[in-house]
């Protein structure tokens, strides 16, 4: 299995971690947020076509997580996502389907390995409702914009929430725990950028 070190990113990946002030400590990070950092960087730029190189993780080390990634807000960023959003191109608009503290989002055109990306320009509370000043990146399996795209949207929630470790019983050679099946699959398509 391919570990994920510093040494191993592109030179847009460590550039989003020296901006974070965190190069040494990546390579300390569990496996699973190291896979996750690469596979959705890498997505971000070769799938999405994203400028990341000038872009700062929230909260150093905490702005990585097993499955999304969080960055302080970029004005010029979300302009160029605004651009590559609309019908034909990289991203839908994703309507009521963002995450807490999200106040916009959109979501790659997809059916599977979706790049949605989600972001609230201030700190505000509207209607009892809180929006943080941040984006917010994460890749979902499934689109659950696309019909078929939402079944695997639902199985991948339920696999999440509920059934946790199913991926164990594949028994894929050299794979031990859910833990690797997700990060096989977060490397399945990844590079180094």
């Known amino acids: 299995m391919k570990e994920i070190t510093f040494e191993n990113l592109g030179i847009n990946q460590k550039a989003v ?8 400590g990546f390579d300390f990070l569990p496996r699973l947020n ?5 596979s959705i960087t890498s997505a971000m ?3 999405a076509k994203l400028t990341i190189m000038n872009l700062r993780l929230r909260n150093h080390l905490f702005g990585i997580e097993a499955d999304r990634l969080f960055f302080e807000f970029d004005a010029a960023f979300i302009k160029d996502v605004r651009d590559a ?3 034909g ?3 839908d608009n994703d309507g009521t389907k963002k995450h807490d503290g999200i106040k916009e989002a959109v979501r790659q055109s997809t059916t599977f390995g979706s790049l ?5 320009e201030k700190d505000e509370t509207i209607k009892g409702k809180r929006y943080e000043k941040k984006m917010e990146v994460d890749i979902d399996v499934g689109n659950p914009k696309k019909p078929l795209g939402l079944i695997v949207h639902i199985g991948e929630l339920a696999n999440n929430k509920f059934f946790g470790k199913i991926g ?3 028994h894929i050679p050299g794979v031990v725990d859910h833990t690797d099946h ?7 398509d990844a590079q180094a950028v």
């Open 17 to 24: 971690l020296k901006n974070s002030s965190i190069s040494t």
């Open 34 to 38: 190291r896979a996750a950092y690469f």
């Open 45 to 47: 730029v070769l799938r």
């Open 85 to 87: 959003t609309g019908k």
């Open 89 to 91: 191109k990289t991203f």
């Open 116 to 120: 949605q990306i989600g972001w609230s």
């Open 168 to 170: 164990k019983f594949l």
């Open 182 to 188: 997700e990060v096989l699959r977060k490397l399945f």
